[in-house]
């Protein structure tokens, strides 16, 4: 069975935070006004921009790309002011750096803060004391928040609400293709099987995992990109650990970083945390691939690896894990830089799309959205 909806403006396809903030920022900064948001889950921010580690970057997480790090201290003071609701300060921060086949040593990274302006001070003895001075170099107090999506999500509830978009939930775009009626027409399917076309101006396709996979004449994104199963584990922290946030770089290595949208906090380990990968291609759905994962955790693989640095966090208790697939283009993961992908699609006039990288990224996803004409032609259909 296949209808046929009105012609609109604009469709941007998912309703995570980049969909959400895209279709805000189209209503209120550029004045369209018929954008329908599709989202194949039931609510918005259900994926990636739920299950994440809720870090608001600011630069210290990569000494590997220079850029990363900079444009990180140039949108986190942006993120705060713009959603202070959703930021959460209130934690202690520390830097560890490994003394073993850490990538950077404690000094190299004191450089690499001073370059890039981050705050960076030694950490007092009693947050020294809860490390393993065998297997830690050093360690710093840093400034760098977590958010809480949550919060975010009904921030975008509310805004996407005000601002007059559609949002069509359980529901998948599944074609992208040139219209007739107007310069791009999208097929759509309901979780009941209900396929449904609707002719617009401009598809933004913010999908995270899911943006090769189209037919119609969507001929996928010209970079690579790499798909990787997670698992995050959510803890409930011993009082020692409870206030903080705790990294220790640069390589093999781990996180603790508060999830306020759970009152818990994560804990992810770049041996453990990805379970699979591979190289993304039209037809092999990520989200199928991760509906079918058996999902065993790893936590008492992190949680053994972990301790031998932190001994407190041995009694930590485990609650559950998110999982997630993870997109990140293949060209960063030597220096795990997190660039934002934006592609205008040749062949699909009107069509883009967007890959964030990261939350505080949409600064340069909206800045790049800037100097697009986003005119709409009105046709027949449009003026009735
Ligand atoms: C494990 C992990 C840890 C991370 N940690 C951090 C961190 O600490 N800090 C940080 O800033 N970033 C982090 N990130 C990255 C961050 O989560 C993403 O950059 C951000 O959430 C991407 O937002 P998005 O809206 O593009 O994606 P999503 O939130 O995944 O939204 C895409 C939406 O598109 C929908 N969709 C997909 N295909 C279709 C379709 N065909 N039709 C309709 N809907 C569709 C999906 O259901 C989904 O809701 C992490 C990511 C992961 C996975």
């Known amino acids: 069975m296949r209808k046929s909806s009105p012609q609109q403006e604009a469709i941007i396809i998912g309703g995570g935070f980049y969909g959400a903030a895209i279709a805000i920022y189209l209503a209120k900064q550029r004045g369209l006004k018929h954008i329908v948001l599709i989202e194949r889950e039931p609510a918005l921010m259900m994926r990636a921009s739920y299950n994440n580690q809720a870090r608001v970057h600011n630069g210290y997480h990569y000494p590997r790309s220079f850029t990363t790090a900079y444009r990180s201290r ?28 850490s990538k950077v ?16 001070l030694p950490a007092d003895p009693a947050l020294r004391a809860l490390f393993e001075p065998r297997l830690i170099e050093d360690v710093f107090l840093v400034e760098e928040y977590a958010f809480d999506t949550t919060k975010l999500s009904s921030w975008a509830e509310r805004e996407l609400r005000e601002s007059g978009v559609e949002i069509r939930y359980e529901s998948r775009v599944v074609e992208i293709s040139r219209g007739a009626e107007a310069p791009l027409e999208i097929v759509t399917e309901s979780k009941f099987g209900v396929r449904d076309s609707i002719s617009c101006s401009f598809v933004f396709n913010c999908t995270y995992s899911g943006l090769n996979q189209f037919k119609g004449e969507f001929s996928g994104v010209k970079a690579e990109l790499k798909q990787e199963i997670t698992e995050m584990a959510l803890m409930q922290m011993p009082s020692a650990l409870n206030g903080l946030g705790i990294t220790v770089m640069d390589g093999p290595f781990f996180s603790l970083m508060p999830f306020p949208a759970r009152g818990l906090h994560t804990l992810s ?76 699609h040749q062949s699909l006039p009107g069509c883009y799309s967007i890959l964030g990288g990261k939350i505080d990224n949409i600064y340069d996803v909206l800045e790049t959205l800037d100097t697009e004409d986003l005119s709409v032609k009105p046709t027949r259909d449009m003026q009735e």
């Open 74 to 101: 140039i949108n986190l003071p942006r993120f705060v002011r713009d959603w202070p609701q959703v930021v959460k300060q209130d934690f202690v921060k520390l830097y560890a750096i490994a003394r073993r086949n």
């Open 105 to 120: 040593t404690a000094k190299q990274f004191q450089r690499f803060c001073r370059d890039i302006g981050a705050s960076i």
């Open 269 to 344: 380990h770049v041996r453990y945390t990805p379970h699979l990968n591979w190289n993304d291609v039209e037809g092999l759905d990520p989200y199928e691939k991760l509906k079918q994962y058996d999902r065993a955790t790893r936590v008492d693989r992190m949680v053994r690896d972990v301790a031998r640095y932190i001994p407190s966090l041995q009694s930590a208790t485990y609650t559950d894990s998110l999982f997630e697939v993870k997109t990140v283009l293949v060209k960063n993961e030597g220096d795990d830089g997190r660039p934002i992908f934006f592609e205008k």
